[in-house]
């Protein structure tokens, strides 16, 4: 008994097969082609949305989409290869109806449209949100780095390039020193020659870092990279890499991402507020419950989602809050500069006007001044309550005042005590941390292809759009989700 055989490649057909016959009824890129085309590229801001008149003709924006969103959602990011799946593969040959864009088209597409596909994602939410795919009610809030297109050789914080430039000097100083030797002996001429080559090396290498130094001190910043200027060094999960900090907010009814945005800050104490807010905004729902976990234990951030009716579920948040009261609305508590502590006096602890509870930490001058600090608080907080002279921060209040209670309604503020609900906070890891997962390695997008702040946010929209349509189909069927968008 022989093998099976295929067709023989000589062989004439009579009814050659279509090229829709390659792409059964089940596959993804049909729900590609068919929710591309159903979008206004126009109002959701892609260039050359409208055709010129005159030159010649451009590729569509909706071919370009269908592209890159394919390639997401089946680990093809580099315009390279979509260029070359786009001559050989049968699924994108399909899509594209045999385009074959130049890999730079593609990779300016990419480049030129970030605030287009963000809308696009954002879209693609309002969408399901019709289909009643986001439950509205629990959000989980998680952050996770990317490592940017800025190797770790050139990014430079101002502590490394006074240490260079003063190592530098002290080589600079050595070749004098054997230059000035050369000129006592005779017969060093060749090396007196090499020993000023490398002088001028090391100069202009100084001349540089000092450059760096300089436009440090002009940006207010502490670190610089060369590759990615906006690309900050941050400790992730593997050490310390080049990255972005990249948030995401996850629906607890069906685990697709409902807002995500790409930050350069280094940690997550300040991402709850502005998240929970986005995310309550595009879902419609004022007055859902976030949730987070001790990275984002920030009693100012908690108190502004408390203010906007936001419930936030914090790990290791337990304790009082301040947020403005409603009779003093105009008087909201946003700094130590307009507004004060206040002592509760129950539990011996002051209240920071940023939202902070804080415990004595040591009495002074014959036990009648506390000093009240949270060091982890205090040190990511910069509005100081104590002059830079004093080596911990904090508000320093006489014993004698705390015999009663400061009156809150002064204050602008009122006293809310947190309690998180545990089996809410355990829920956020299987929400959260499941759409990184699957992105970074599912997907191979952990690293980032594109530069800069603006050009990062335009390709993480095409990563998490290309979950969330991975998600969809999985949730309701090929079959169905092309009926719900037709």
Not at 181 to 204: C, F, H, N, P
Not at 360 to 367: E, G, I, L, T, V
Not at 386 to 403: A, D, L, N, Q
Request: with cysteine.
């Amino acid at each position: 008994m022989g093998y099976i055989e295929g067709v023989s490649r000589g062989q004439i057909l009579m009814l050659p097969p279509s090229l829709d016959e390659f792409v059964d009824e089940e596959n993804a890129v049909r729900v590609i082609d068919v929710y591309v085309d159903g979008l206004d590229m126009a109002c959701l801001g892609f260039e050359k949305a409208v055709p010129a008149q005159t030159g010649r003709p451009a590729y569509s924006p909706r071919d370009m989409l269908k592209l890159y969103v394919y390639g997401y959602m089946n680990r093809i990011r580099s315009s390279r290869r979509l260029e070359t799946e786009s001559r050989r593969n049968l699924e994108v040959i399909w899509l594209l109806g045999r385009l074959s864009p130049d890999h730079k088209t593609i990779s300016r597409f990419r480049k030129d449209n970030p605030l287009a596909l963000k809308n696009v994602f954002r879209d693609f939410v309002k969408m399901c949100m019709k289909m009643k795919l986001y439950g509205r009610e629990l959000a989980a809030i998680d952050g996770s780095k990317f490592s940017a297109s800025n190797s770790i050789g050139r990014n430079f914080s101002a502590r490394e390039l006074d240490k260079r430039i003063k190592r530098l000097d002290g080589r600079i100083d050595e070749y004098m020193q054997q230059l000035s030797e050369a000129d006592e002996a005779e017969g060093q001429s060749m090396e007196e020659g090499d020993v000023k080559g490398i002088i001028e090396r090391l100069s202009r290498r100084k001349c540089a870092y000092e450059s760096y130094v300089e436009e440090l001190s002009q940006s207010g910043e502490t670190q610089i990279s060369l590759t990615d200027p906006d690309a900050r060094m941050m400790k992730g999960a593997h050490g310390f890499g080049v990255s972005y900090n990249v948030q995401v907010s996850v629906d607890s009814k069906h685990g697709l991402i409902a807002e995500f945005d790409v930050t350069q800050e280094g940690n997550d104490i300040k991402q709850l507020s502005g998240m929970a807010l986005a995310t309550a905004d595009i879902l419609e729902a004022p007055n859902i419950t976030a949730t987070a976990d001790g990275g984002y234990n920030s009693g100012g951030e908690i108190a502004k989602c408390i203010e906007k009716g936001i419930t936030p579920h914090v790990t290791g948040s337990q304790g009082e809050i301040c947020v403005p009261c409603e009779a003093h609305e105009a008087h909201k508590v946003e700094s130590h500069d307009n507004g004060r502590g206040t002592y509760i006096g129950e539990r011996n602890i002051v209240i920071c006007p940023m939202g902070n509870a804080m415990p004595p930490k040591y009495f002074k001058k014959d036990d009648r001044t506390a000093q009240h600090y949270d060091g982890k608080a205090c040190s990511s907080c910069k509005c100081k309550c104590t002059p830079s002279k004093f080596k911990t921060f904090g508000i320093r209040m006489k014993r004698s005042e705390f015999s009663k209670e400061c009156d809150l309604d002064n204050l602008h503020v009122k006293q809310i005590v947190i309690s998180p609900d545990k089996s809410i906070t355990d829920r956020r890891k299987g929400l959260a941390e499941h759409p990184f997962g699957t992105i970074k390695r599912n997907m191979d997008a952990g690293y980032l292809l594109t530069r800069g702040l603006g050009n990062v946010k335009g390709e993480m929209s095409l990563a998490v759009l290309a979950y969330n349509l991975k998600r969809a189909i999985n949730i309701m069927g090929t079959k169905r989700l092309l009926e719900a968008m037709i």
